[in-house]
């Protein structure tokens, strides 16, 4: 039976080369166009490793429409796209709007202009929490305010959602579904892949295992004196191979027209709140390695509690999040070890 083939936009990312694992597990066809702005090409290696398939990799930008037309025609029959490539740091999106800008909104639309010129039926988008910025009440739904963004970055993420939303509305034929994510987190089981920030890790986990492992000195909490339990802030902190699996789930479901809607938006989450220090406690626990970390001043523009809702998902995608956080904790741990006998 031919395969669907699916594009992968950032697809030799953190969370676009775990789901590149889970479509070809499921029996896609899996093209990744990269351009390697934040991932390395090595990932190619992991993915063929677990999977036994390499991916179709073209190294380019989704902002250059030329590229994307070349391979729509190199590659006939593409039915969906999953949407990953983005610049995501919150900080460097303060100092770098116009890039965020650019580079998150014109790739999205150069996608919705061609995919009914090449009949891609439909495309799943990589949204955030950040669109719900700091929550009045937690947990939280879909139908949760969305309020102003506290950054560029968070700002491109609710007008990409209004992009697909307009353009859809128009009369476009095609669908969507916007997958809202908290905090993933973790890595394959196998260790073959995980994240790999470029430079100091901006995000909390790969800081910490860098940390855990003697990259990086100390970690710094930024601040225990917020209004939670332990004083320092919450997540929902989401194993990255249960958020991919997710995306498969959700790309059955569009490209088998499962609903009416030609959009839908789900939130992907444990349902539970952990803090920094539970978090912390949790790697300390499941690897038996202690974390050296320190109390800091807070960071600016940080959330102070968010943590989702995932019944909508739990109930119409069929999908629930599986992965305990120690084990969570401990994959991160194994794939920092794996980094290190690689000599990164
Ligand atoms: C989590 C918590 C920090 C680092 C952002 C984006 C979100 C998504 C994930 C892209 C916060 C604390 C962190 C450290 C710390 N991005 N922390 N010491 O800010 O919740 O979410 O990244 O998809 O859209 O908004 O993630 O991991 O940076 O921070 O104490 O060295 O850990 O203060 O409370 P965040 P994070």
Known sequence: MEKTRILVTGGTGYIGSHTVVELQNAGYEVIIIDNLSNSNINVLDGIEAITGKRPVFVEGDVCNIDTLKSIF???PGIKGIINFAAS??????????????????????????????????GIVFSSSCTVYGEPDVNPVTE???IKSATSPYGNTKQISEEIITDVIKSG?????????????????PSA??????NGVPQNLVPYLTQTAIGIREVLSVFGDDYDTP??????DFINVVDLAK????????????????????????????VSVLELIQSFERSTGVKVNYKISPRRPGDIVKVWADPSHANNVLGWKAQETLDDTMLSAWKWQLQLRERGL
């Open 192 to 197: 073959l892949i995980g994240e790999l920030p």
């Open 230 to 235: 332990d004083g320092s802030c919450i997540r």
């Open 88 to 121: 995501k740091a919150v900080g460097e999106s303060i100092e770098k709007p116009s890039l965020y800008y650019r580079n998150n909104l014109v790739s999205l639309l150069n996608l919705l202009d061609l995919m009914p010129v090449y009949g891609v039926k």
């Open 246 to 273: 997710a995306h498969v789930i959700a790309m059955d479901r569009m490209l088998t027209d499962r609903s009416e809607d030609s959009v839908e938006i789900f939130n992907l989450g444990t349902g539970n709140g």
């Open 143 to 145: 139908q949760t305010p």
């Open 73 to 75: 025609e190199q590659y």
């Open 172 to 188: 476009a034929p095609v669908k969507s579904v916007i997958l809202r994510y908290f905090n993933p987190v973790g890595a394959h």
